[in-house]
Each structure stands twice: as structure tokens, then as C-alpha cells.
């Protein structure tokens, strides 16, 4: 059984740095790809971050690029979404999702089947 748990998330003032996790049980990731999406009241879901680990890509949206930075750690099956220089914009849920099975590049939450639980992030301005 596929489980993501994100943490990580908190409270952080305009300008700072958070670092959140997704841990993943019950599948290898290095088998597919991992996104981050984040999702702000009244606002539709967005795509933040993506990591495929056979290309060993990576991709992130614009608005957080420069700022948000992913890193896997293979040997605990996690990846870490390093984010800074955090913006009042940048307050959402943030959850980890798995696209099992892999077959290509998507920045829509739509083609992710597992997901994790999300974890809240407010950057006070």
C-alpha cells in the first residue's frame, strides 16, 4: 500500500526558509515521479515542484523558482522541498503526490493517483 507523509510545515515570517519532507512507504520512488502541489483557500490547486528520478530531472514552477528547491534522499525514500526567501503568496497546503504508474512528465494534479496528507504553510508578511 502507497503512503506519503508530508511535514515540515509551519508558520514562518516574509523572507524566510522552511524545509518540508514527504516520506514515502510501500513503493520505491525512484521508480517514478514525485510532485508537490500546493493549494491556497479559494484558489484551485497548483503545481509547485517535480522530480523524475530516471531522468534525474527536476522541474519547478515559475512563481518559485530560484526560491524552492527539491533534493530526494534515495537511501530513506524521501524527498525534501526546500523552500526560501517565502512570500505572503507563497501560504498554502502544501501536499506530495505520487504519478504510479510513470509514464511522463505532468504538471497536473489530475495525473497523480497518490497523494499524502498536506501539511500547512503561513508565511506572515
Known amino acids: 500500500q502507497v503512503q506519503l507523509v508530508e511535514s515540515g510545515g509551519g508558520l514562518v515570517q516574509a523572507g524566510g526558509s522552511l524545509r518540508l519532507s514527504c516520506a514515502a512507504s510501500g513503493v520505491n520512488l525512484q521508480r517514478y515521479a514525485l510532485g508537490w502541489f500546493r493549494q491556497a483557500p479559494g484558489k484551485e490547486r497548483e503545481f509547485v515542484a517535480l522530480?523524475?528520478?530516471?531522468?534525474?530531472?527536476?522541474y519547478s514552477a515559475d512563481s518559485v523558482k530560484g526560491r524552492f528547491t527539491l533534493s530526494p534522499d534515495n537511501t530513506k525514500n524521501t524527498v525534501f522541498l526546500e523552500m526560501s526567501s517565502l512570500k505572503s503568496e507563497d501560504t498554502a497546503v502544501y501536499s506530495c503526490?505520487?504519478?504510479?504508474?510513470?509514464?511522463?512528465?505532468?504538471?497536473?494534479?489530475?495525473?497523480?493517483?497518490?497523494w499524502g496528507q498536506g501539511t500547512q504553510v503561513t508565511v506572515s508578511s
Open positions: 503526490a505520487a504519478r504510479i504508474p510513470y509514464s511522463g512528465v505532468s504538471f497536473d494534479p489530475s495525473d497523480y493517483g497518490y
Open positions: 522530480i523524475t528520478w530516471n531522468s534525474g530531472r527536476t
